[in-house]
Structures are given as structure tokens and as C-alpha cells.
């Protein structure tokens, strides 16, 4: 098992492009997650799935979206970057919502908005 | 205030010594409460998870939950230099995961 993936492992936007990171999982899991850290906050949750389409906002959803079309595969998308995106993300899952808590995490993202 | 609050440290300690990691909360709704351990510049690792108030041992790791209190606790027996990481208390209600700011730990040799 491959575990969770992310790609890219960095980029470089400009503001006001967008892109999509990339996230997924081989372990058959229904819960899946996308958090960003930032110094001295810690992980913050940005959207989650709960299974194939099904998805619902974390903490802080505003400039991101998601959609869950495969079990497999939990994508991010940055509509217009700002620099305040400026980021590591991480794409997480878990068995199912009864274990949340129990999350696999991918190796991150690091993310520069110029 | 933040729902979950922990001391970034850094702390240092030798070898061998035993470390207590600890946050506070004030979102009585969580339920289940989790330790993560960060390697830089890696993903999260999952050490502990536990539900109810108590102590739950693996290892040299216990974890100690005071839900009356709101107050989480890792502590770490014989520590070893590989136990050098940042350590992220979590807790969850409803699928809603907050995390603790992340405590970062060197253990000297």
C-alpha cells in the first residue's frame, strides 16, 4: 500500500492563479481530509469527506474547494491564490467518520503564493 | 481564545528523562482525543487515541484524559533521542478535528 499521496510536493503561484493539489488513498478509506499548517497554529481543517460525494467545510473552508467523485481520490482546489494561502497542506483519511480521529497523513504540500 | 490551547515549547530534556505534554480545551463536545507525533518536514503520525477519561498505556507512551477538567496529557517514559519531533494534541466532535498548536521536543543524548 502506497498509504496517502499528495502531489505537487511544492509549488509556486502567482496571486490570483489557481491550481489543484492532488490527494489519494489506497486503503479503501471513507473519510478523507484537507488541513493547512501554519506557525504557531497548528493543523487547521479546511474541508472534509465523509465518503464518495459527500463533502462538508472545516474550519477554514473560504477560498478552497473540494469534491469527492471516487473513494480514491480527494481533490483541492484554489480558485484565486492569495498569499495568505502561502501553506503546507495535508491530505489525511481515516476507515470511516466513526474513526476520524484515527487519520493516515500524506507528505504535505508546501505551498508559496508570490 | 482558541478551542484548544498548547504550549509550543520548545522543550528540551536529556535522555532518559520523562516528558509530560499537555493541552486544555474548552469545547466540552469533544469526544475523542488523539496524540500526533510530526518528524520536519513530514505528515502527522498517530501515537494515541483515546475516548473516555483516564489513562491509556503503549509502551513507554501514556496518554491521561480529565474530561472535568478539559485537560489532555502524553507523557513519555525513558525518552529517547528519537522522540525528537513536535507532538499535536487533537480532539474530535462530529467530524470536526481541532488541533492543539504542537509542542516541538529535543531529547539530548
Known amino acids: 500500500n502506497a498509504g496517502v499521496t499528495q502531489t505537487p510536493k511544492f509549488q509556486v503561484l502567482k496571486t490570483g492563479q489557481s491550481m489543484t493539489l492532488q490527494c489519494a488513498q489506497d486503503?479503501?478509506?471513507?473519510?478523507m481530509s484537507w488541513y493547512r499548517q501554519d506557525p504557531g497554529m497548528g493543523l487547521r481543517l479546511i474541508h472534509y469527506?465523509?465518503?464518495?460525494?459527500?463533502?462538508d467545510q472545516g474550519e477554514v473552508p473560504n477560498g478552497y474547494n473540494v469534491s469527492r467523485s471516487t473513494t480514491e481520490d480527494f481533490p483541492l482546489r484554489l480558485l484565486s491564490a492569495a498569499p495568505s494561502q502561502t501553506s503546507v497542506y495535508f491530505c489525511?483519511?481515516?476507515?470511516?467518520?466513526?474513526?476520524?480521529?484515527?487519520?493516515?497523513f500524506g507528505p504535505g504540500t508546501r505551498l508559496t503564493v508570490t | 481564545q482558541k478551542e484548544v490551547e498548547q504550549d509550543p515549547g520548545p522543550l528540551s530534556v536529556p535522555e532518559g528523562a520523562i516528558v509530560s505534554l499537555n493541552c486544555t480545551y474548552s469545547?466540552?463536545?469533544?469526544?475523542?482525543f488523539m496524540w500526533y507525533r510530526q518528524y520536519s518536514r513530514k505528515g502527522p503520525e498517530l501515537l494515541m487515541y483515546?475516548?473516555?477519561?483516564g489513562n491509556k498505556e503503549d509502551g513507554r507512551f501514556t496518554a491521561q484524559v480529565d474530561k472535568s477538567s478539559k485537560y489532555i496529557s502524553l507523557f513519555i517514559r525513558d525518552s529517547q533521542p528519537s522522540d525528537s519531533a513536535t507532538y499535536l494534541c487533537a480532539m474530535i466532535d462530529n467530524n470536526d478535528m481541532r488541533f492543539g498548536a504542537g509542542t516541538r521536543l529535543t531529547v539530548k543524548p
Open positions: 469545547n466540552s463536545a469533544f469526544q475523542y
Open positions: 489525511a483519511s481515516s476507515y470511516s467518520s466513526d474513526r476520524a480521529g484515527e487519520q493516515y
Open positions: 483515546t475516548y473516555s477519561s
Open positions: 486503503m479503501n478509506h471513507e473519510y
Open positions: 469527506s465523509v465518503g464518495a460525494g459527500i463533502t
